[in-house]
């Protein structure tokens, strides 16, 4: 049987498949070829990222299709109660990128405490000439420790933020629809072990009370963050999304940062992926980066032999 990685698949998961008889494909296909490929060549594993989308019609043009595998969380891009419907399975990696997803909002929040979105924009242009005037204007740095996070959606990710969090010295709080309270576990380099339960709280509770909000949630029909939300939440506070794009008002969040209301944002994900909007990307306070979540080499090597995994047992 053959699987199409048409986003790319991990070495290790290549050779988990390749070693259970799977013939895998990574030529990259357009969309718009996408369907003819598949029929032209017998795939039965279709296996995606964000990039490549597979939609009714796309399933019920290529009947030879059996398998349809998201490498990472959110399956926005997959039509998935219709291609279950027409008795396809639809598998994903929840579990497989979720370090790196949290490890990436702390980077975005160490770095946003000491403005080094903008210095790294400004050292290259002026470090020379103007060394002491952006020392002076980067000099009000704050500390993570003891301040307060925001979790916004308590699944794995959001628990994995947790543990960076309270090893920081951060108060974590939480809130999630589906989850009244959850155990934490922080796990240490020697074996020690310690487990912390979180209780989750109303949704604008946590709004008012977090220094630094982030969000780990699904794409949504309406902002979870928007103007009203924004008018709720400290003076001073800032906001990470590195989980989906319009999950965030983006206008409201351009205007909080210019009026002072907040003092940064990191965003991982956009409304308007793959062209974020200008004013977004221009902002001086905040921190980009293009939808890497997931994207370190670990990551990429626990979702190939995941899909694997789940590929193999499903079709052998």
């Avoid at 979790?151 to 108060?171: D, S």
Wanted: proline letters at 3%; one cysteine or more.
């Amino acid at each position: 049987m053959k699987v199409l990685a048409n986003d790319g698949v991990s070495q290790s998961g290549i050779d988990a498949l390749t070693n259970a008889g799977f013939e895998v494909i990574t030529t990259k296909v357009a969309q718009e070829q996408l369907a003819n490929f598949i029929n032209q060549n017998d795939i039965s594993v279709l296996l995606v990222r964000s990039a490549t989308t597979a939609r009714a019609a796309l399933i019920d043009a290529c009947p030879s299709l059996k398998v349809i595998g998201r490498g990472g969380v959110g399956m926005d891009n997959i039509d998935v109660a219709y291609a279950r419907q027409k008795g396809l399975s639809v598998i994903n990696t929840p579990a497989a990128s979720s370090s790196s997803v949290a490890e990436l909002v702390f980077a975005h929040l160490f770095g946003g405490v000491r403005y080094l979105y903008d210095a790294n924009r400004n050292m290259p242009l002026d470090g020379d000439t103007k060394f002491k005037e952006l020392k002076k204007n980067y000099a009000k740095g704050s500390e993570l420790r003891g301040k307060t996070i925001g979790i916004i959606g308590f699944g794995r990710i959001g628990r994995e933020v947790a543990k960076i969090a309270l090893g920081c010295g951060m108060k974590v709080i939480a809130s999630d629809n589906y989850v009244d309270s959850a155990a934490v576990a922080l796990e240490f380099f020697d074996g020690q072990k310690v487990n912390i339960e979180i209780k989750t709280i109303p949704i604008n509770d946590l709004i008012q009370q977090s220094d630094f909000i982030t969000l780990h949630v699904p794409a949504q029909k309406q902002y979870v963050i928007g103007k009203e939300q924004i008018a709720q939440m400290k003076d001073g506070a800032a906001i990470i999304n590195a989980a989906r794009g319009g999950v965030i008002d983006e206008v409201a969040l351009i205007q909080a940062l210019d009026s002072g209301k907040l003092s940064f944002a990191g965003l991982d994900t956009f409304e308007k992926e793959p062209t974020p909007a200008v004013k977004v990307l221009m902002s001086h306070k905040v921190s980009l980066s293009p939808h890497i979540g997931a994207a370190t080499n670990e990551a990429q090597d626990r979702i190939g032999t995941e899909l694997a995994s789940q590929i193999i047992t499903l079709l052998k």
